[in-house]
């Protein structure tokens, strides 16, 4: 399974963003698609996930502003950032939770950067 985001770049802050993430390659069953962040020196961190069945979580820091969406029949999901701050700036990592014959893997993309000035 691979896993490519794209959408990230350079906004001001108060502005928005989206970013997709689809997944392709040889899909049995992708369970949870979440979107994580990693900034420069900071560890990789949970932003939202999205169960194949809608169930959402997001981290506190997110709530109000972003929102995770899917569309499982294009494997995709989606990641609508509105309200950007300079501290969202970070690579923006898609997970995929993938259940497979041989049990359940998790993918990751390679990441696509949100640069939020001030």
């Known amino acids: 399974v691979q896993l490519v985001e794209s959408g990230g770049g350079l906004v001001q802050a108060g502005g928005s963003l989206s970013l997709s993430c689809a997944a392709s390659g040889k899909i049995f069953e992708l369970n949870v698609m979440a979107w994580y962040r990693q900034a420069p020196g900071k560890q990789r961190e949970l932003v939202a996930s999205m169960t194949s069945g809608g169930n959402t979580n997001y981290a506190d820091f997110v709530k109000g502003r972003f929102t995770i969406s899917r569309d499982n029949a294009k494997n995709t999901a989606y990641l609508q950032m509105n309200s950007l701050k300079p501290e969202d700036s970070a690579v923006y990592y898609c997970?995929?939770?993938?259940?497979?014959?041989?049990?359940?893997?998790?993918?990751w993309g390679q990441g696509t950067q949100v640069t939020v000035s001030s």
């Open positions: 997970k995929a939770e993938a259940y497979e014959p041989g049990g359940i893997s998790d993918y």
